[in-house]
């Protein structure tokens, strides 16, 4: 059993910037990729980043590309997510989310989830 606890949402204005953050907590002796999800209101939850457990590989959404920054710390067992360039389209629920792998979390095979933070990014 590992639990992801998520922090760093909040209100910004478009053109600005924002850090997530996700701690695992538990069972954490496997070595988990982890990653980044998020849906909004009346869409389905889409893929944001994801980064392998050596932190070597990461994966990006094609929109997220050049703008958002995955990235690890595993002696914390936590991983950020630093979001510029904020646009509207981005307001979403954040989820975060832990898998055996980053290919595969990628796909949305996702072993455990964070119950997720708003980040609302305004005109």
């Known amino acids: 059993q590992v639990q992801l606890v998520e922090s760093g949402g909040g209100l910004v204005q478009a053109g600005g910037s924002l850090r997530l953050s996700c701690t695992a907590s538990?069972?954490?002796?496997?070595?988990?990729?982890m990653g980044w999800f998020r849906q909004a209101p009346g869409k389905e939850r889409e893929f944001v980043a994801a980064?392998?457990?050596?932190?070597?590989?990461?994966y990006y959404a094609d929109s997220m590309k050049g703008r958002f920054t995955i990235s690890s710390d595993n002696a914390k067992n936590t991983v950020y997510l630093q979001m510029n360039s904020l646009k509207p389209e981005d307001t979403a629920v954040y989820y975060c989310?832990?898998?055996?792998?980053?290919?595969?979390?990628?796909?949305?095979?996702?072993?455990?989830w964070g119950q997720g933070t708003q980040v609302t990014v305004s005109s």
């Open positions: 989310a832990a898998s055996l792998s980053a290919v595969v979390l990628r796909r949305g095979e996702v072993d455990y």
């Open positions: 980064i392998s457990w050596s932190a070597g590989v990461t």
């Open positions: 538990g069972r954490t002796f496997r070595r988990y990729a």
